[in-house]
């Protein structure tokens, strides 16, 4: 079945450095990290920008539900998104709508669900605040890390059910079974992902 999304693009593999990073930015409320999650992110922002053409984007981060965003002080995709839009050469073409989706409905950890069940915890915990403000427009959704894609791909489904043109997906790390870091990976039919290649 093909994703609700054209195309969705992460930094690295969730392990080692990559994933102390966002566990001192999500769990220990380590506010820097932000920064440098957010530089990585602007690199998978600029690997995406041939595919947009002269489109203008609205860049949506995944929302928390109200209570534990309050419960942690912060949405750690909102500060990614925001760093990351700071550092990138092209941010003009960027409007960031931190309340473009809201989670209506608080889901459990993500960890640990079979695939099914991991539809079915994000199933209409969705909604888009302003349909008129994404109807027609190119999305950017961005989120730190990219499992198994079930939930940017129910984000997205309800930001192209409100009428957004596309929707490209952009994390800062993606989980894989395999131990390939920064590398090129061709989007395939399970997931149209690839992995920004660095250096």
Known sequence: MEPPFAKASAYGSYQGGLRDLVHMLKYHQVRPAADVLGRMLSEVVASLEPAFGDARLLVVPV???????????????????QAGLKLSPSRDRYALRAEGLERVRDTQPQTG??????GENVRGAF???????????????????FAT??????????????????????????TLKSDVQHAHLEPDADANLTMAAHG
Not at 64 to 80: M, N, P
Not at 127 to 145: N, T
């Open 63 to 81: 929302p928390l539900h109200r209570a534990k965003a309050r419960h942690r002080g912060f949405s750690q995709s909102e500060l990614i998104a």
């Open 149 to 174: 894609g079930t939930t940017v791909s129910e984000c997205a489904r309800i930001l192209r059910r409100a009428g957004a043109a596309r929707v490209w997906v952009a994390t800062v790390v993606r």
């Open 127 to 145: 909604r888009v605040k302003h349909p008129e403000e994404v109807s027609g427009r190119e999305i950017l959704l961005v989120d730190d890390v």
């Open 113 to 118: 669900l079979t695939r099914h069940q991991r």
